[in-house]
């Protein structure tokens, strides 16, 4: 039986009782408030009464109407996620800043795009530590050293914009900043290798290379998505090398790249609510976010705060 002051079974060299894989720290599912409501004046998605969105065909290549519409809903997204990232402080529930979040949308006209979508209760999701992804605000107060993701998604005008960023609560221990880096980096190296002419499976490849380079491991089960009048639409970009996907990326293109990377096993469990994702191995996870569109020369990222 290893004492609290033992460095962890894990070989993270952290005392076990402090380790982020010891049973204590494991995270366990909160309690959730009521659900929120949005003002009856603000469109609504066809899935926002129902839980279920009807699936209907849409154009990969969008028309230039609809890109427009596209920048005003990515760039709103990216100021709510900022919004959400300066409540982040030990001591805050998760869903204390949903419901800050669940404000910001409406301040823009906007419906949170979360919310009822195939059931999910909540106008967020908040990833902590060994969450993947999905993870579904709650009475949980974050804590010094957590890691947290906040995945923010409005929909504005008709279209959806979707980002996402992996902040430190208060002071984090190595190992963690770390992942966080070079999730970003990830992300960005994904970025970089969109261009029309290219496979998608460059993005794959990129990202990773980059997370196998740094001993990281990729999570093969949640994958990036077009994205535009549906929030999640056939297209499917994998965060990791699938020389299968042979298709082309065009101008006028809309997607998502979000890899979610693992300090141990790219392996995931779901929770009993049916959505939280959680390592198998319960190792921490980073994710990043962009909805980036296809140019005739290269990439436009959408989901960036206007700073002009
Ligand atoms: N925003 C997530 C994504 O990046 C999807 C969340 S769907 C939810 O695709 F229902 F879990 F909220
Ligand atoms: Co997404
Ligand atoms: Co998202």
Avoid at 202 to 227: K, M, P, Q
Avoid at 276 to 284: C, E, L, N, P
Avoid at 293 to 308: K, P
């Amino acid at each position: 039986m290893l004492k609290a002051n033992d460095p962890c079974w894990c070989g993270s060299g952290a005392k076990f009782k402090r380790c982020h894989r010891s049973p204590e720290q494991q995270l366990r599912p909160g309690n959730l408030s009521p659900w929120r409501t949005v003002p009856a004046e603000i469109p609504r998605p066809d899935y926002a009464e129902t839980g279920e969105p009807v699936r209907r065909p849409e154009p990969r290549v969008k028309s230039p109407e609809v890109i427009e519409r596209m920048r005003r809903a990515c760039r709103a997204a990216a100021e709510v996620l900022e919004i959400g990232a300066a409540a982040i402080a030990p001591g805050v529930t998760t869903d204390a800043i949903d419901a800050i979040v669940h404000q910001a949308y409406i301040d823009r006209g906007g419906y949170p795009s979360t919310l009822n979508y195939r059931g999910y209760p909540k106008s967020l999701c908040t990833s902590v530590n060994e969450v993947i992804c999905h993870g579904i605000p709650d009475d949980r107060p974050l804590r010094e050293g957590d890691i947290v993701n906040l995945d923010v998604t409005i929909f504005l005008d008709g279209v959806h914009g979707d980002t996402n960023a992996t902040y430190p609560v208060g002071a984090v221990d190595d190992e963690s900043r770390r992942l966080v880096e070079v999730t970003r980096e990830c992300l960005a190296r994904g970025i970089a290798a969109v261009g029309p002419g290219r496979p998608f499976s460059d993005i794959g490849r990129a990202i990773e290379e980059h997370a196998t380079a740094n001993r990281l491991e990729v999570v093969r089960a949640f994958v990036g998505h077009g994205i535009g009048e549906q929030f999640h639409t056939d297209l499917q970009i994998p965060h990791y090398y699938e020389p299968r996907f042979t298709a082309v990326m065009e101008p006028g293109m809309i997607f998502t790249i979000e890899p979610m990377i693992s300090m141990g096993t790219g392996q995931h469990r779901i929770w009993p609510d049916d959505w939280t994702a959680v390592t198998a191995d319960g190792s921490r996870t980073a994710q990043f976010e962009h909805t980036v569109l296809v140019t005739d020369d290269g990439v436009e990222i959408l989901t960036l705060v206007g700073r002009d």
